[in-house]
C-alpha cells in the first residue's frame, strides 16, 4: 500500500481522537472494540478499505464507509454500510468508491 503524507497526517488525527474516545470505553481483550481509518488523495477509499481490512483483528460486528469524489470536499457524500465483514462492505460497495478524494470508514461493535 502506499501511503501519501495525506493519509499519514489524516491517520494520525484519528488515532489521536480515537485514544482519548477510547479511554472512556471498556476494552475487550486487550483492544479498543471499534476502529477509524481515513486518507485524502487518489483512489481514498480503496485505501481506506485496505485500513480497514488490517483492523480487523480488533474485532467487530459491522463497518461503514464514506467518500467525496472532488478535491475540494464539496459534493455529495456516498456512503455504504453493512452488518459483518469489511469483505462484505467491499462487495456491496461493488466499485461505487473508485476515483473518492476524501474518504473514511469505521469497524464497530454495536452496543446492546
Not at 499519514?8 to 484519528?14: G, K, M, R
Not at 479511554?23 to 481506506?48: H, T
Not at 467518500?67 to 461505487?96: H, W, Y
Request: charged content about 20%; aromatic content about 10%; hydrophobic content about 35%.
Amino acid at each position: 500500500m502506499n501511503y501519501s503524507s495525506h493519509t499519514y497526517l489524516v491517520s494520525a488525527i484519528f488515532r489521536i481522537t480515537l485514544l482519548g474516545i477510547g479511554l472512556k470505553y471498556p476494552i475487550r481483550d486487550g483492544y479498543s472494540m471499534c476502529g477509524i481509518f481515513g486518507c485524502i488523495g487518489n483512489e481514498a477509499a480503496n485505501e481506506v478499505l485496505e485500513g480497514l481490512r488490517k483492523l480487523e483483528y480488533r474485532g467487530y460486528d459491522s463497518a461503514g464507509l464514506a467518500a467525496i469524489f472532488n478535491d475540494e470536499g464539496l459534493g455529495p457524500i456516498e456512503t455504504e454500510k453493512t452488518t459483518g465483514f469489511v469483505s462484505e462492505l467491499m462487495s456491496k460497495a461493488n466499485g461505487r468508491f473508485q476515483g473518492a478524494k476524501i474518504s473514511i470508514g469505521h469497524t464497530r461493535w454495536a452496543t446492546h
